[in-house]
């Protein structure tokens, strides 16, 4: 009897009872189920949700793979600099290394783990109560949260935010497909709320910075939006910053990667395109208000936002979280918006929002989180309008007949 | 005059095994079936007791609902049983038929001279109303209303879809016939669509509106072709009919019988010689499923297109409605990793490693296997890619599925029928019934607003 067979008898002797859902879970991986068209249409397309959350995670991986290596490199190339040595990066001089890779997988992978263990033990629990298939929406939260947050952050406060984002953010809402919120960006938001001084400053980005404070060998790790917004010079320059030799939440760094993704992910029809573009052109527009406002020297340079409206306008796409949160994050179809015409607005006030509350926001420069959080909530709210446009059209043709 | 349709969203599903332009005599079917379920919201009232004798064309029953709409025999014979089911629901009148083919005739009406009410009467009394269905609710038009217009698709976009200019060829009489009479039963048009090209069996029809649709399916929907020409307001009503239908109708005109004749098209990638068949309503599917041969045991059997047929076993029947036959594996198989590997031999309406797009032209072999799980709705985009309505579907499924009455009227409910969702359901990623969302909401709306 092949393993086919097998896990089928067992499924059939799971059939109706309560583990059933558990059961299935894992069997859909190995295998995708038997199940035949029972009403309507006699045959399928091939897409499931699996596979459309799978080609997300595919579009991660070489983010996260950065991620690692750029953990590691971080680290040493912060305690060279604080011993007064400067570093050149070079991708496979010093970046693609043994010792970056083991130390990024050290502190990286940690990350993952809990992200993935815990939250599908509540899906899992949850999916069993309720009684329901398990839902594949972990599948790509799993993955963003430990992208989206400092290499440095403890495990149990993630496992703690995991579990408030999953039960607070999605399942009270129903489960996946009704949630209002990101679920990635609910878990980042109360990692942000509840323990502030492990998500920002100048000690959380670099592995390590936090430990080594107050000792001899202390170090820190400043974001370039941090340099920015305390009207500090940055060290980095371009090609660090696009290709991303630079400071940040594990995934956020690689630009260059984040593009590849978001190419990727356009193509395949997964992530609408609609939004990308629309959140990059919100994104440039903001930035070049305060780039014009500067250049018309409304804005002193004494001034405390100086730092950051005088960033020019591409440089906002490439620096933070923007990027990575425009591909991975703001093109959630569930919390998105959900009509094509509503996700041209959805995406451009995202990106234009996101470049205001980085600039306003002097106690934790990164905005694109809370803008995302926030065109959540307005999402349900721009649909209304666009699909009341259709009822109007559709009200006016009753009354041009009856006329 | 002709006007052009053309749409831009759909998708083509091309599938292995269209019939071949051959027509062959279906060996001669035992016994006929009617079943009620195939008429929507219709509750029979048989007028025979079992083992009475009936003619071909002689009313078996009548819907209690309204009791001038009346439902014939397509053959003469015993009528030897009525199945019931669950709550004694009538589900099948099945006739053995004796092959005298005695018919129940009515005398000629020449449809230039009759007017309106002889039509109407006509059509009601010989059977030919259920024929007639309505927008909205996709029924069996209520016989006291007067359509905006008519509409009738001579164009079948739909997957392995039969060839109304091969199976309808040589009824042009017919079919001239029932629009003449039809017309007179609309203060509108009767707007009729085709397909580019073609010296087709419509161009030369009167009475008649002709548009062209060119697209993909589905353009030959007439849900889409009316949303196109003349979208259906709230308190409107219109009225569809299909080709093979119309031919029905007009022969009765012409020569006063029932003629209960298809020729129907046998396809599927299970069918080993695909073509067409002469065969009637309600035929055993086996006289012509094993005359085309059958490859392999585990297949599904479907009367009607795959998008919208109905299952039926080997010693089923072929719906009132169909004009196809068709039979695909079926696919309950387990799949190695089906859901993260590359795909070639499916189709797809993504690009998720999937490679369908890459082939346009080619034919798939596609089986029943819903290729994933029922999941909550999650993606977004993809549906609005293949309804080329002015509608709003997610929104309008949604709606159905909260059973909210004045979102439902407001999204355009009116307009729609379960068969203009069939392509939305194909490409659900959450594999949700769509169709049967749909008409769930379309009968919620018939009972409370009517």
Redesign the interface.
């Known amino acids: 009897m092949g393993l086919?067979e097998k896990?089928?008898s067992i499924k059939e002797d799971f059939k109706g009872k309560k583990m059933a859902p558990a059961f299935?879970a894992l069997h859909?991986?190995?295998?995708?189920?038997?199940?035949?068209?029972?009403?309507?249409?006699?045959?399928?397309?091939?897409?499931?949700?699996?596979?459309?959350m799978?080609?997300v995670i595919?579009a991660l991986l070489p983010v996260l793979v950065w991620g690692i290596f750029n953990a590691g490199y971080q680290h040493y190339a912060a305690i060279d600099a604080a011993q007064g040595v400067i570093r050149e990066a070079s991708l496979f001089g010093n970046f693609f290394t043994w010792d970056n890779f083991i130390m990024g997988a050290w502190t990286v992978l940690p990350l993952v783990i809990v992200s993935y263990g815990v939250g599908l033990a509540v899906e899992f629990v949850f999916a069993v109560i309720k009684g329901h298939?398990v839902?594949?929406?972990y599948l790509v939260t799993g993955m963003l949260v430990p992208l989206i947050v400092p290499v440095d952050i403890p495990l149990w406060m993630l496992a703690v935010a995991v579990v408030f984002g999953v039960v607070i953010g999605k399942e009270v809402f129903?489960?996946?497909?009704?949630n209002i919120l990101n679920p990635a960006l609910t878990i980042r938001a109360f990692l942000f709320f509840a323990y502030p001084t492990w998500m920002s400053g100048d000690k959380v980005w670099v592995h390590g910075a936090k430990a080594a404070a107050g000792t001899p060998d202390a170090f820190s790790g400043e974001t370039i939006l941090g340099s920015y917004a305390q009207n500090n010079s940055v060290v980095y320059d371009f090609a660090d910053k696009f290709f991303g030799f630079i400071p940040g939440s594990v995934g956020e760094t690689s630009t260059f990667l984040i593009i590849i993704g978001g190419l990727f992910l356009m193509?395949?029809?997964?992530a609408?395109w609609?939004i990308i573009l629309s959140a990059v052109v919100g994104a440039a527009v903001m930035g070049l208000i305060f780039n014009g406002v500067v250049d018309q020297g409304w804005i002193g340079e004494g001034s405390k936002f100086y730092g950051l409206m005088s960033t020019p306008f591409w440089e906002h796409l490439i620096i933070g979280g923007i990027a990575f949160g425009i591909v991975y994050m703001a093109t959630d179809?569930?919390s998105?918006a959900?009509?094509?015409t509503g996700?041209y607005w959805y995406g451009f006030l995202i990106g234009f929002f996101s470049i205001m509350i980085r600039v306003f926001n002097p106690a934790y420069p990164e905005g694109v989180f809370l803008a995302i959080l926030l065109m959540n909530v307005f999402a349900p709210t721009i649909?209304h309008y666009v699909?009341q446009a259709?009822?109007k059209?559709?009200?006016k043709?009753?009354k041009l007949?009856t006329a | 005059m002709s006007k052009d349709i053309k749409i831009k969203k759909g998708l083509d599903?091309k599938l292995v095994g269209a019939a071949e332009k051959t027509i062959a005599d279906a060996p001669k079917s035992r016994t006929y079936v009617i079943k009620p379920s195939d008429f929507h919201l219709v509750t029979p009232k048989v007028l025979f007791k079992e083992g009475a004798a009936v003619k071909a064309g002689e009313p078996l029953f009548y819907s209690k609902q309204d009791e001038r709409i009346k439902f014939v025999s397509p053959v003469s014979g015993t009528l030897t049983e009525i199945r019931r089911g669950a709550k004694r629901v009538i589900t099948h009148l099945v006739i053995e038929a004796d092959g005298t083919e005695t018919t129940h005739e009515f005398s000629k009406l020449d449809v230039n001279s009759a007017d309106a009410e002889a039509i109407k009467e006509r059509m009601l009394e010989a059977g030919l109303w259920p024929f007639i269905k309505q927008r909205p609710y996709d029924i069996i038009a209520a016989v006291d209303t007067t359509p905006e217009a008519i509409f009738v698709s001579g164009h079948n976009s739909s997957?392995l879809a039969p060839d109304y200019n091969f199976s309808l060829k040589g009824k042009e009489a017919a079919l001239q016939a029932a629009v003449t009479a039809l017309a007179k039963l609309t203060p509108g048009k009767i707007h009729l669509s085709v397909a580019k090209s073609s010296d087709s069996v419509f161009n030369s029809l009167s009475d008649v509106e002709l548009h062209t649709v060119t697209g993909p399916h589905p353009s030959g929907n007439v849900g889409t072709q009316i949303n196109k020409i003349q979208?259906v307001?709230?308190?409107?009503t219109v009225w569809t009919v299909t080709p093979e239908n119309l031919a029905i109708i007009g022969e009765l005109f012409l020569t006063g019988k029932f003629n209960a004749e298809r020729v129907i098209s046998v396809s599927g990638s299970s069918v080993k010689k695909p073509q067409y068949y002469k065969t009637k309503i309600g035929a055993e599917v086996s006289t012509f499923a094993y005359s085309a041969g059958i490859n392999g045991d585990n297949v599904?059997m479907?009367s009607g297109n795959?998008?919208?047929?109905d299952?039926v076993n080997a010693d089923g029947h072929l719906g009132y409605y169909h004009n196809e036959f068709?039979v695909?594996p079926?696919?309950?198989?387990?799949?190695?990793?089906?859901?993260?590997k590359p795909?070639f031999n499916?189709?797809?309406?993504?690009?998720?490693?999937?490679f369908?797009w890459l082939f346009p032209n080619k034919k798939y072999d596609?089986?029943?296997?819903?290729?994933?799980?029922?999941?909550?709705?999650?993606?977004?985009?993809?549906y609005?890619e293949v309804f080329p309505m002015?509608?709003?579907p997610?929104?309008l499924l949604k709606a159905c599925m909260v059973e909210d009455l004045d979102a439902m009227e407001?999204?355009?409910m009116y307009e729609v029928a379960?068969e203009d969702?069939?392509l939305t359901?194909?490409?659900?990623?959450?594999?949700q019934?769509?169709?049967?969302i749909i008409r769930k909401g379309l009968d919620l709306m018939h009972e409370e607003i009517g």
Request: proline share 4%; with cysteine.
């Open positions: 086919k896990l089928h299935n859909t991986f190995l295998y995708t189920p038997n199940e035949t068209t029972h009403s309507g249409g006699h045959i399928r397309a091939v897409d499931d949700l699996k596979r459309t799978n080609t595919i298939e839902e594949e929406g129903g489960g996946t497909g009704m193509f395949t029809k997964i609408s609609r179809p569930v998105g959900q009509t094509n996700k649909d699909v259709n009822v059209q559709r009200m043709r009753l007949k | 599903i997957p979208p307001n709230k308190g409107e599904r479907i795959v998008l919208t047929g299952q068709v695909i079926e696919g309950d198989d387990y799949e190695f990793f089906g859901w993260n795909v499916k189709i797809s309406s993504s690009r998720a490693l999937t369908s596609l089986d029943t296997n819903t290729n994933g799980e029922h999941r909550a709705f999650v993606v977004t985009g993809n609005e002015d509608i709003y997610l929104q407001a999204l355009g379960p969702f069939a359901e194909f490409v659900c990623v959450s594999k019934p769509h169709q049967a």
